[in-house]
């Protein structure tokens, strides 16, 4: 699912590049950690880890977004980042929203993982993509 979110391009330098080193990311709380490194570093608060929070932080305007119309968002070792947040971490994210006494919506966390189970639906990393080129002014390119 890579490459049909993925703009391999030459690098831009009229953009303001920010750099994720996906070799940092073995997991979802590292992930988060590399995320806030990179985007919170002059921020005196971070961002938790969700996907919401992923996506409200791409929007601007705090951060290494703050004044940024648009960026070249570089994921350097994209490949391993797919790999840690593949089937078995999207399997177990979703299986810690369906624990007794959730707060989530669990048939739509039941669906999810169904979808997941049956190879059809997206892993956390997809996800992650597709949360990205919902965002316009952020050109990301992924490298191996």
């Given amino acids: 699912m890579l490459d049909d979110y993925t703009r391999v391009q ?8 920010i750099v994720l080193n996906g070799q940092a ?4 709380p590292s992930f988060y950690q590399e995320i806030n490194r990179v985007f919170m570093a002059e921020e005196d608060w971070e961002i938790g880890p969700s996907l919401d929070a ?67 639906g997206p892993t956390y990393f997809d996800l992650i993509l597709e949360i990205i080129a919902e965002h316009p002014t952020i050109e990301l390119v992924a490298l191996n």
């Avoid at 030459?10 to 590049?17: G, H, L, S, Y």
């Avoid at 703050?66 to 299986?95: F, N, R």
């Avoid at 369906?98 to 039941?110: A, R, T, W, Y």
């Fill in 54 to 120: 992923l996506n409200d932080l791409l929007y601007g305007g705090f951060g290494a977004l703050k004044d940024q119309d648009e960026i070249q968002l570089v994921w350097q070792h994209s490949s391993h980042s797919q790999k840690a947040l593949g089937y078995e971490t999207t399997k177990a994210y979703y299986e810690a929203k369906l624990q007794p006494g959730s707060p989530f919506n669990v048939s739509l966390f039941q669906e999810k993982l169904r979808e997941l189970e049956s190879g059809s």
């Fill in 25 to 28: 990311i073995n997991d979802l």
């Fill in 10 to 17: 030459n690098v831009d330098f009229m953009k303001k590049q």
